[in-house]
């Protein structure tokens, strides 16, 4: 059977473990230093508390370094990294291709996306580098999947759900032309959430302050079969600045629609034990999203990008009927509560809030009424019963445990078997008084061996050898059943091998004796790496540049031309149309070039 892994997010130990009660496979989480979310580091101590957690469930905890590294952290960096092994980490998400140069432990190296995972080529260079895993680029088809499933061998990992990044990954330099925050560093400011007006060189407005740049959700929820028959082997949740509930929520989703699917194919099966049932059921409408969308997955499709707010919109839940004095009527098939918060698009196309404040039937009593507009569509962003049933939910992740009892010449054996086939022991040996009801005695001894308590177990089956009972006391039992499963979370945990990496076997030949700026190498031994793979010339990254003139600063398959219908490859022949467009904010004007062969839309610096 083929394992599947669910990877979910953690920004913290309490999102982390979170993730893991509620499903999640996998973990990744910032280190201390030189993770791609700045404002996601972790001490050592919280993510060794994590690994221990997460390895009771035979779960794996992933450690992200990807940014890139300048010379004077290049030490730093590699002693982070045996830190972390020590610590029992399972891999690391690495960009910098120093780091193959280093003087490493043997764990393993996950090529994150933010080492532009998007050709073929690229992909088979990593893998002959000595990478174990490929996060592939978010805007790869299910075609392109496959395609790169059937001339690699490598594990492949692919994002299902969460926030876009409109730029190829890796290739994003827009922030730091703006302000000096890198995004390869961790410290993106997100221009591609800001207003923009889309100008052509006429100076004819096409769009006036709109987002144009900013994205909706992923959502694969589904495409999840298809995604697992394509050959990936970790399917990936983004958001590792997203609290507990967040987590709780979008990972008991993708938990239950996955094995949903594992029951109806039983050649594929979770990669790691435990079975958790919240107390909710999981929508990831009901939580934090900028509307979803499925990118590029099926191919091109239209309005991928919300232009009218970045921010989170939630459920749609309804309609505004009417509008009286202090209300208005809903037309909706939810429930609407005291203290939620509802959005709505007003005449200008601004999205507006308010509050719920008072419910009576279809009627609602906002905090305001001035900017109400009749027949307008309504979106939950703050379901208030539901963000308070996801914060006071708590439940555990159980392992499935059968209990073998046998009673011998006074000593009473408890054998455990996890669903693994991990097995654990404890016996009690004393003067036990024989019960004068034996059906009755194995009755009691079996209830009160079912009481798993807030362990991570949960007891399937109790099997009791004996034909005469024993007369045991509850608190004697209690302790029993507390060692064996005590002693079966020791072996769990040394029965959990990690994986180790393979060695680099030799520096792949790159495709080109040139790297542009966009190769990311501001360090000696990223630069050394690529002169052993045959690169003869190595532009340095953007970041150790000042003159931004003229340079791509961001790629992406959105394409403006094609959401405002000027595509040329859907116009008809005679109208095709060439001209330059330019985004303009309150500062800049920035060039588009539109690359129609490859789908692809490039930003230039001016």
Same mark, same amino acid.
């Given at each position: 059977?083929?394992?599947?892994?669910?990877?979910?997010?953690?920004?913290?130990l309490?999102?982390?473990?979170?993730?893991?009660?509620?499903?999640?496979?996998?973990i990744?989480?910032?280190?201390?230093?030189?993770?791609a979310?700045?404002?996601?580091?972790?001490?050592?101590e919280?993510?060794?508390?994590?690994?221990?957690?997460?390895?009771q469930?035979?779960a794996k905890?992933?450690?992200?370094?990807?940014?890139?590294?300048?010379?004077?952290?290049?030490?730093?960096?590699?002693?982070?990294?045996?830190?972390?092994?020590?610590?029992?980490?399972?891999?690391?998400?690495?960009?910098?291709?120093?780091?193959?140069?280093?003087?490493?432990?043997?764990?393993?190296?996950?090529?994150s996306?933010?080492?532009?995972?998007?050709d073929?080529?690229?992909?088979?260079?990593?893998?002959?580098?000595?990478?174990?895993?490929?996060i592939?680029a978010?805007?790869?088809?299910?075609?392109?999947?496959?395609?790169?499933?059937?001339?690699?061998?490598?594990?492949?990992?692919?994002?299902?759900h969460?926030?876009?990044?409109?730029?190829?990954?890796?290739?994003?330099?827009?922030?730091?032309?703006?302000?000096?925050?890198?995004?390869?560093?961790?410290?993106c400011?997100q221009?591609?959430?800001?207003?923009?007006?889309?100008?052509?060189?006429?100076?004819?407005?096409?769009?006036?302050?709109?987002?144009?740049?900013?994205?909706?959700d992923?959502?694969?929820?589904?495409?999840?079969?298809?995604?697992?028959e394509?050959?990936?082997?970790?399917?990936?949740?983004?958001?590792?600045?997203?609290?507990?509930?967040? *987590? =709780?929520?979008?990972?008991s989703?993708? !938990?239950?629609?996955? $094995?949903?699917?594992? @029951?109806? &194919?039983?050649?594929?099966?979770?990669?790691?034990?435990?079975?958790?049932?919240?107390?909710?059921?999981?929508?990831?409408?009901?939580?934090?999203?900028r509307?979803?969308?499925?990118?590029?997955?099926?191919g091109?499709?239209?309005?991928?990008?919300?232009?009218?707010?970045?921010?989170?919109?939630?459920k749609?839940?309804?309609?505004?009927?009417?509008?009286r004095?202090?209300?208005?009527?809903?037309d909706?098939?939810?429930?609407?509560?005291?203290?939620?918060?509802l959005?709505?698009?007003?005449?200008?196309?601004?999205?507006?809030?308010?509050?719920?404040?008072?419910?009576?039937?279809k009627?609602?009593f906002?905090?305001?009424?001035?900017?109400?507009?009749e027949?307008?569509?309504l979106?939950?962003?703050?379901?208030?019963?539901?963000?308070k049933? *996801? =914060?006071?939910?708590?439940?555990?992740? !159980?392992?499935s445990? $059968?209990?073998?009892? @046998?009673? &011998?010449e006074?000593?009473?054996?408890l054998?455990?078997t996890?669903?693994?086939?991990v097995?654990?022991?404890a016996?009690?040996?004393?003067?036990?008084?024989?019960a004068?009801?034996?059906d009755?005695?194995?009755?009691?001894?079996?209830?009160q061996?079912?009481?798993?308590?807030?362990?991570?177990?949960?007891?399937n089956?109790?099997?009791?050898?004996?034909?005469?009972?024993?007369?045991?006391?509850?608190?004697?039992?209690?302790?029993?059943r507390?060692?064996?499963?005590d002693t079966?979370?020791?072996?769990?945990?040394?029965?959990?091998?990690?994986?180790?990496?393979?060695?680099l076997?030799?520096?792949?030949?790159?495709?080109?004796?040139?790297?542009?700026?966009?190769?990311?190498?501001?360090n000696?031994?990223a630069?050394?790496?690529?002169?052993k793979?045959?690169?003869?010339?190595?532009?340095?990254?953007?970041?150790?540049?000042s003159?931004?003139?003229? &340079?791509?600063?961001?790629?992406?398959?959105?394409?403006?031309?094609?959401e405002?219908?000027l595509?040329?490859?859907?116009?008809?022949?005679?109208?095709?149309?060439?001209?330059?467009?330019?985004?303009?904010?309150?500062?800049?004007?920035?060039?588009?070039e539109?690359?129609?062969?490859?789908?692809?839309m490039?930003?230039?610096?001016?």
């Amino acid at each position: 059977m083929k394992k599947i892994e669910l990877l979910a997010p953690a920004k913290n130990l309490e999102t982390g473990m979170a993730a893991i009660n509620y499903g999640a496979d996998a973990i990744y989480i910032g280190a201390p230093k030189f993770g791609a979310r700045s404002a996601a580091g972790n001490t050592l101590e919280d993510i060794a508390k994590l690994i221990q957690y997460a390895h009771q469930y035979w779960a794996k905890v992933f450690i992200t370094m990807n940014t890139i590294l300048y010379n004077h952290e290049l030490k730093e960096a590699e002693e982070l990294i045996h830190q972390l092994y020590k610590l029992g980490a399972d891999a690391l998400i690495v960009q910098d291709m120093a780091i193959l140069e280093m003087n490493l432990p043997p764990i393993e190296l996950h090529a994150s996306t933010q080492t532009h995972n998007y050709d073929l080529d690229r992909i088979k260079f990593l893998e002959q580098a000595g990478f174990s895993r490929i996060i592939l680029a978010r805007e790869l088809s299910l075609d392109q999947i496959k395609e790169i499933r059937k001339n690699t061998s490598i594990e492949l990992e692919y994002f299902i759900h969460g926030a876009l990044c409109v730029s190829l990954s890796g290739q994003c330099y827009f922030s730091h032309a703006l302000g000096g925050r890198s995004a390869n560093r961790g410290e993106c400011s997100q221009a591609c959430r800001m207003k923009y007006d889309l100008v052509d060189e006429d100076g004819k407005v096409l769009a006036k302050d709109k987002h144009l740049l900013s994205l909706k959700d992923l959502n694969l929820s589904g495409h999840l079969k298809e995604i697992v028959e394509s050959g990936i082997c970790s399917l990936k949740i983004e958001g590792r600045l997203k609290d507990s509930s967040y *987590l =709780k929520n979008v990972t008991s989703h993708y !938990r239950q629609e996955l $094995d949903g699917i594992f @029951e109806k &194919k039983q050649e594929y099966k979770k990669a790691s034990s435990g079975q958790v049932k919240p107390n909710f059921t999981p929508d990831p409408d009901r939580t934090f999203n900028r509307g979803f969308t499925s990118y590029f997955f099926t191919g091109r499709i239209p309005e991928i990008a919300n232009f009218h707010t970045p921010k989170s919109m939630g459920k749609e839940i309804g309609k505004i009927v009417s509008i009286r004095k202090d209300h208005f009527i809903i037309d909706t098939k939810f429930e609407i509560h005291n203290g939620d918060g509802l959005c709505f698009f007003n005449r200008n196309k601004l999205l507006k809030g308010i509050q719920v404040n008072g419910v009576k039937g279809k009627q609602i009593f906002p905090n305001e009424m001035n900017m109400l507009v009749e027949g307008a569509i309504l979106y939950r962003n703050n379901d208030h019963e539901f963000a308070k049933t *996801l =914060k006071k939910d708590h439940s555990i992740r !159980r392992i499935s445990v $059968d209990l073998n009892l @046998e009673f &011998k010449e006074n000593v009473l054996s408890l054998v455990a078997t996890d669903e693994d086939g991990v097995l654990a022991s404890a016996q009690l040996q004393q003067d036990f008084e024989l019960a004068r009801n034996t059906d009755m005695a194995i009755a009691n001894l079996k209830k009160q061996l079912s009481k798993s308590g807030d362990s991570i177990y949960s007891i399937n089956s109790i099997e009791c050898m004996f034909s005469e009972a024993p007369f045991v006391q509850a608190k004697i039992l209690n302790e029993l059943r507390r060692r064996v499963l005590d002693t079966l979370s020791e072996n769990r945990l040394a029965a959990f091998q990690p994986r180790k990496r393979k060695s680099l076997v030799s520096h792949p030949k790159y495709k080109s004796k040139k790297l542009n700026y966009m190769g990311n190498v501001v360090n000696c031994k990223a630069e050394e790496f690529y002169q052993k793979c045959g690169v003869e010339e190595i532009e340095k990254g953007f970041e150790l540049q000042s003159d931004y003139s003229g &340079k791509t600063i961001m790629t992406t398959r959105h394409c403006l031309r094609y959401e405002f219908g000027l595509c040329n490859k859907e116009l008809n022949t005679n109208n095709k149309n060439n001209k330059p467009l330019y985004l303009v904010d309150n500062k800049n004007r920035y060039k588009l070039e539109f690359k129609c062969q490859r789908c692809e839309m490039k930003i230039i610096f001016e």
